[in-house]
C-alpha cells in the first residue's frame, strides 16, 4: 500500500457540504475518507455512496451492533453501496452474521474492540472486569476466528493485535495526534509515525487535518510521516 492508502481521514461533519468542502481541499493528496455518525444522520450516507462511485475508499463507520439478522441484512445494503470498509462492535455472534452477507465481496469488515476515548475506569464504570489491552486482545482473537477482514484498535495496543491476528488482517487506529498536537477527548494515542511502527496498516486522523489552518499540508504532512515509518 502507498501511504495514501494508509491515512483515512475523519469527515466528523454537522453537513453534506462542509464534508464536500474537505474532500476537495484534500484531493488528490488524500483518497480515503471516513463517514460516522455525525455526517450520517445529515445526509452521510448518500455522500458516502457517492465518494465511493468517484474513485474513494470510503470508512463507513457505523460500529453495527444488533440481533444477527439485522446485521446481516444491514451489511448486505451496505455491500451494494462500494463502500471499502465497514465497523462493528466485535461481539461474537453480530461479526459472524457480518461476515456471512459480505461473502464474496470486496467490503472489509472491522470488529471495533475498545473504544479509544476509554480507559480502564471507563471499562469498570461499563461493567467490564478486563483493562483495555486485556479486553482488546479477546476481541481481536474473536474477530480473527469469525473470519473478519480487521480490528479497529488504540494504537498502543496495534503491536499486541498485530501478534495475535497476523499479518493480513487490517489494523485500524484511531487516535493519531502528531506530535504536540491536542488529545481532545482521546486517551490512548500516538504519532502517526509510531503506530505504522506498531504495526497499523490504517491510520484514521480527524481533528489534526480537518481542523487545521491549511488542511492539505497537514495532511501531507501526515502522508510524509507515514512513508518515513
Known amino acids: 500500500m502507498t501511504p495514501a492508502d494508509r491515512l483515512i481521514a475523519a469527515l466528523d461533519t454537522p453537513?453534506?457540504?462542509?464534508?464536500?468542502?474537505?474532500?476537495?481541499?484534500?484531493?488528490?493528496?488524500?483518497?480515503?475518507?471516513?463517514?460516522?455518525?455525525?455526517?450520517?444522520?445529515?445526509?452521510?450516507l448518500e455522500f458516502a455512496r457517492d465518494l465511493a462511485r468517484d474513485g474513494n475508499h470510503v470508512f463507513l463507520d457505523m460500529k453495527l451492533l444488533d440481533i444477527d439478522n439485522t446485521v446481516e441484512k444491514a451489511v448486505e445494503n451496505i455491500v451494494r453501496m462500494g463502500v471499502t470498509m465497514l465497523t462493528l462492535h466485535a461481539y461474537p455472534k453480530a461479526m459472524r452474521a457480518a461476515v456471512k452477507a459480505a461473502q464474496g465481496s470486496?467490503?472489509?469488515l472491522l470488529g471495533v474492540t475498545v473504544l479509544t476515548s476509554m480507559d480502564r475506569?471507563?471499562?469498570?464504570?461499563?461493567?467490564y472486569?478486563?483493562?483495555?489491552?486485556?479486553l482488546v486482545l479477546i476481541r481481536a482473537r474473536q474477530a480473527k476466528e469469525a473470519g473478519m477482514g480487521g480490528v479497529v484498535c488504540?494504537?498502543?495496543?496495534?503491536?499486541?493485535?498485530?501478534?495475535?491476528?497476523g499479518p493480513?488482517?487490517?489494523?485500524?487506529?484511531?487516535?493519531i495526534r502528531p506530535a504536540g498536537a491536542d488529545k481532545g477527548d482521546q486517551?490512548?494515542?500516538?504519532?502517526?509515525?509510531?503506530?505504522?511502527?506498531?504495526?497499523?496498516?490504517h491510520l484514521v486522523v480527524g481533528r489534526p487535518i480537518t481542523g487545521a489552518v491549511d488542511r492539505r499540508t497537514a495532511a501531507e504532512t501526515i502522508l510524509a510521516e507515514i512513508a518515513a515509518a
Not at 474537505?22 to 455525525?38: D, R
Not at 472486569?129 to 486485556?134: L, M
Not at 488504540?154 to 491476528?165: F, G, K, M, Q, T
Open 168 to 175: 493480513d488482517m487490517a489494523v485500524v487506529t484511531p487516535g
Open 15 to 44: 453537513t453534506v457540504a462542509e464534508a464536500a468542502a474537505i474532500v476537495a481541499e484534500l484531493s488528490p493528496s488524500v483518497t480515503f475518507f471516513k463517514v460516522g455518525y455525525q455526517l450520517a444522520f445529515a445526509g452521510g
Open 121 to 127: 475506569f471507563d471499562l469498570i464504570e461499563a461493567g
Open 187 to 201: 486517551k490512548r494515542v500516538m504519532t502517526p509515525a509510531e503506530a505504522i511502527r506498531a504495526g497499523a496498516s
Open 154 to 165: 488504540s494504537p498502543e495496543e496495534a503491536a499486541a493485535v498485530r501478534a495475535v491476528i
Open 106 to 108: 470486496n467490503l472489509t
Open 129 to 134: 472486569s478486563h483493562d483495555p489491552e486485556s
